[in-house]
DNA sequence: GCCAACGTTGGC
DNA sequence: GCCAACGTTGGC
């Protein structure tokens, strides 16, 4: 089993917004990093921190389960989305996205600035490399953040 | 809203 | 395949 971190914009989708349904597809990464973790690594069963960007209170809020492997992303086919990709084809489609249900909202928001300040946690992606929005979070990592949420 | 850091594009 | 120009992310 293996944690993530998934990034979103409260203003957009925040954990309330996935608190009230029973289950959402990720869709619409358009990074190539990001791109290959979702095809190539995650599995239905890891779970996931939800991490709120661009916001009053930058942090993670909570957690989800993934609950499919990554599969292939449909706004990428549709001329109408925003997303639409006029490369990609059913044969040889671009981008991936998955399934995933709410879990569990903190109680609080655990602040980014906090995570920067823990040596623990000094080589999350979050720290290192700002602009990754699905990122691997490693078995220590998350239990030390799961262990400050309590 | 600013702007640094990073990613992407496209001419050569 | 290099790299300059441009676009985007995201903390502050």
Redesign the pocket.
């Known amino acids: 089993m293996a944690y993530w971190l998934l990034?979103t914009e409260p203003d957009e989708y925040s954990i309330d917004d996935l608190a009230k349904v029973d289950s959402f597809c990720w869709d619409e990464i358009r990074?190539?990093?990001a791109r290959n973790l979702i095809r190539d690594q995650i599995k239905t069963g890891d779970f996931a921190f939800i991490y709120h960007?661009?916001c009053k209170q930058?942090g993670i809020a909570g957690i989800v389960e993934i609950i499919s492997d990554g599969e292939i992303e449909q706004a990428q086919f549709n001329p109408e989305h925003a997303k639409f990709d006029p490369k990609a084809t059913q044969e040889k489609p671009k981008w991936y996205s998955f399934q995933l249900k709410f879990k569990q909202k903190f109680n609080r928001i655990i602040p980014?600035?906090w995570i920067k300040q823990q040596p623990e946690l000094e080589d999350m992606v979050l720290c290192k490399?700002?602009?990754?929005?699905v990122q691997p979070v490693t078995q220590p990592q998350w239990q030390f953040i799961i262990a400050r949420a309590k």
């Not at 490399?129 to 929005?133: A, E, F, H, I, N």
């Open positions: 990034k990074n190539y990093q960007s661009s930058v980014l600035s490399q700002g602009r990754l929005s």
